[in-house]
């Protein structure tokens, strides 16, 4: 029998690609192979997110396009899978009755027998929330590449009372520090250059005794020539031993995702941050001493509740002391279930907009102007292949996460760590000439670039 063709769209956080990656391990196991459209495929599924309204319209309107291929295939199984599943699930399957299948993130090990039920004429439905489930001996599916992510842990336990997250992914849990660092393993030997560790909230990762910078170094010491990052850090828990691991491995990315959300320590008390800004501040210089040359970036949301002028330009004054290399900018979208939906939302949608405009335009500038900073200084870039624009130049990424873009040079390939002297920069992209060739072993370097 010919096998099952699957397709799968991914929206929202990079939590969400990882987890695609454990889908098609587990669907690929059972015999599916991947299908390059929608129409050639017998089951379509739509890894979602519910973080913000626009997030689930622009789903909902995918979703729209998508069923009408059931009217020339009605054995088409159309499915939903991450938050959105544990959000909506009765919405869309019985009131909307626009898909066959609803799974959610702690139930993929389940999806061949529920894509089966619907196969069937059933609807396969999977949204119950584990305590302990972590995919840790799931291979997930990987492309050949560069570029890795690895989900280090799942669930949020912070309730942040703007964020659907603690509902839609649950308690928090950590896979073994052993489990990852021979995933690690397995991907250096299959040539990868740089690993991500993802978690909603890395800073609390605990396998027995071993905590986050432990797993931290123990990905690092695996193969000194692999680049790791690591994101999100929570504000609150973030500790100094991490710091000095960040500051004492090479290979350990100068760059922390520290997001603010807001710049009054009123607001952060009622998006219950449990920090103030003092406390960041303190943290941000802290972190500045222990790892010399350390960037970052944030998160931000305008028009919180009861969001007033004042606030709004504490939060312009902070971005102006931290001034940060890059920051993730949203609108204030409430969220059925969570504390702050029961606050009224009292900003005025174009108040928002105008204050997140203001907030966009501050960041552009320091990010331009930090890049300026960076003419006539070399940075080390690892290598990722041929420029968008033109075959005549290459394209990869400094430590601190920024593209850069320099003439091709013999013998350089992607994977290559690289010098270039950066001559020009624009706010999102450097541009260079190629110094020489880095040592991969050695990228201390970067520390001191
Ligand atoms: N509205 C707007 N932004 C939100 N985020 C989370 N929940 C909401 C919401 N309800 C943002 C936060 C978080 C990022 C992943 O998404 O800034 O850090
Ligand atoms: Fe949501 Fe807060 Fe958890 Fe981040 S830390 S996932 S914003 S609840």
Redesign the pocket.
Known sequence: MESNKLYIETYG?QMNFADTEIVLGILKNHGYSLAENPDEADVILLNTCS??DNAEQRIYGRLGNLKVLKNHNPDLVLGILGCMAERLRDDLILEKKVVDLVVGPDEYRRLPELIDVAFNGGKGIGVKLSRTETYDDIVPHREDGLQAWISVMRGCDKF?T????PFTRGRERSRQLASIVDEVKQLSDRGFKEVTLLGQNVNSYKDEENDFADLLSACAEVDRSMRIRFT?SHPQDLSDKLLYTISEYSNICNYIHL?V?SGSDRILELMNRTYTIDHYLKLIEKAKKIIPGVSFST???SGFPTETYEDHIMTLDLMTQVRYDGA?M??????EG?K?FKMNDDVPDDVKTKRLQEIIDLQSKISYEINQQLIGKEEIVLVEGPSKKSELFLSGRTDSNKVAIFPSATNIKPGDYVKVKIKRATQATLFGDFVCQVDPFNLSALKTA
């Open positions: 956080c973080i913000r942040c703007f964020c659907v997250v999100t997001p959300q998160d931000i949301i993730y949203f609108k204030y979208s409430p969220r969570t702050a």
